[in-house]
T-cell receptor, first 111, second 117 residues
Framework: RKEVEQDPGPFNVPEGATVAFNCTYS??????FFWYRQDCRKEPKLLMS???SGNEDGRFTAQLNRASQYISLLIRDSKLSDSATYLC????????????FGSGTQLTVLP | DADVTQTPRNRITKTGKRIMLECSQT?????MYWYRQDPGLGLRLIYY???????NKGEISDGYSVSRQAQAKFSLSLESAIPNQTALYFC????????????????FGPGTRLTVL
């Protein structure tokens, strides 16, 4: 079983739609959680951190469920510019604090 | 100018050749990383370095070596390239600063697309 699993999609949604992605992680000792965004053939960039209490940044809302070991990303009022691959990232405990990446969920927002 | 640069951006080589991918950064970060990305597998860590004297193997270090020539430079070598090393390679940096987010965020270079024939 992969340490971090995501539905690869693709998710094709119309502009203005609300779309949600889930990500599950297997290591219960995982401490920190993030969503990164990767445009086609570009480098990943941090989108937002995921806090235990949930957090929102404009149209984006991230949630963490430690009991079920999953995190989610909700995008409201989708824009064409939201089209990208969204990577779930988990940091486990330990001195190395290495990032473990999910394989990504591809989103295409259609006009 | 980009904060994290990688050279070359694209490379096609033959099996058995030695290849070096270079990464430079102007962010002043101590920590540098090399990842490879394959379709359906996400990014996987090859090597990481917390400072010039500290080099560590990642998840998939076999067949690779690294050199941290200076704080700003971290090179990845494939001593004898093989076709299954065909992938997109990313260098990244991070800074264990005072803020939690700064500690965890990684900044990626634009990537090197390597094809081994």
């Amino acid at each position: 079983r992969k340490e971090v699993e995501q539905d690869p999609g693709p998710f094709n949604v119309p502009e203005g739609a609300t779309v949600a992605f889930n990500c599950t992680y297997s290591n219960s000792a995982s401490q920190s959680f993030f969503w990164y965004r990767q445009d086609c053939r570009k480098e990943p960039k941090l989108l937002m951190s995921v806090y235990s209490s949930g957090n929102e940044d404009g149209r984006f809302t991230a949630q963490l469920n430690r009991a079920s070991q999953y995190i989610s990303l909700l995008i409201r009022d989708s824009k064409l510019s939201d089209s990208a691959t969204y990577l779930c990232v988990v940091i486990s405990s330990g001195s190395a604090r290495q990032l473990t990446f999910g394989s990504g969920t591809q989103l295409t927002v259609l006009p | 100018d980009a904060d994290v640069t990688q050279t070359p951006r694209n490379r096609i080589t033959k099996t058995g050749k030695r290849i070096m991918l270079e990464c430079s950064q102007t962010k002043g970060h101590d920590r540098m990383y090399w990842y490879r990305q394959d379709p359906g597998l996400g990014l996987r860590l090859i090597y990481y370095s917390f400072d010039v004297k500290d080099i560590n193997k990642g998840e998939i270090s076999d067949g690779y070596s690294v050199s941290r020539q200076a704080q700003a430079k971290f090179s990845l070598s494939l001593e004898s390239a093989i076709p299954n090393q065909t992938a997109l390679y990313f260098c990244a940096t991070s800074d264990p600063g005072a803020r939690a987010l700064a500690y965890n965020e990684q900044f990626f270079g634009p990537g090197t697309r390597l094809t081994v024939l």
